[in-house]
């Protein structure tokens, strides 16, 4: 997910097959299975619903957006074939408004933006999260400029471990690092890629 209009993302999500797959991130569910006890959770950019559904299994009440009609569709469409509800909404992610300290978690998986954007968006997140909430979030690296594997090959919107510091600098870093990982995540996301990985806590 990237700030591309939603046109581009509707295109993106118009087929009958799952874009980036039925099975959540896995860095994501690495985290997301180690948190205490389910609350409510906040996903923007969730594409197709993958993410969302696996945490809604766990027992978590899902608030999930994306600027995506078919997004929405598609994600609807695979809560109901396992038996899941999740809050979904249609909503342009720079737009976005929810209520501050409302949040146990929250998740970003792949949404780029270019830097004044970025920044924006994720105070959002930070402020939607009430203290002590956690947020779990994976992106491509600037290392990703060049690679197949997916995501934007626009510099400015490929991150940097200092990019992240600075956006999160008021939470606690639980986790920070930047890697290479093989990702198996549908036609689009598929082979070796660099990823900057992030866990933080909300401290007040």
Known sequence: MSDFKSNFWDERYSFEEYVYGTEPNQFFTEQIDIFSTPGKLLMPGEGEGRNAVYAAKLGWHVDAFDQSIN?????LRLAKKNEMNINYQVTDLTKF?????KYDAAAIIFVHFNSEKRSVFHQRIIDSLKPGGKLILESFSKN???KSSGGPQNLEMLYS???????????????????????????????????IRYVGEKLN
């Open 71 to 75: 997004a929405q569709k598609k994600a």
């Open 97 to 101: 408004y929810t209520e501050k300290n």
């Open 144 to 146: 990703q400029l060049g």
């Open 161 to 195: 471990l200092e990019d992240i510091k600075n956006d999160f600098k008021e939470m606690r870093t639980i986790l920070l690092e930047e890697k290479n990982v093989i990702l198996n995540e549908g036609d689009n996301h598929g082979g070796d890629a660099s990823v």
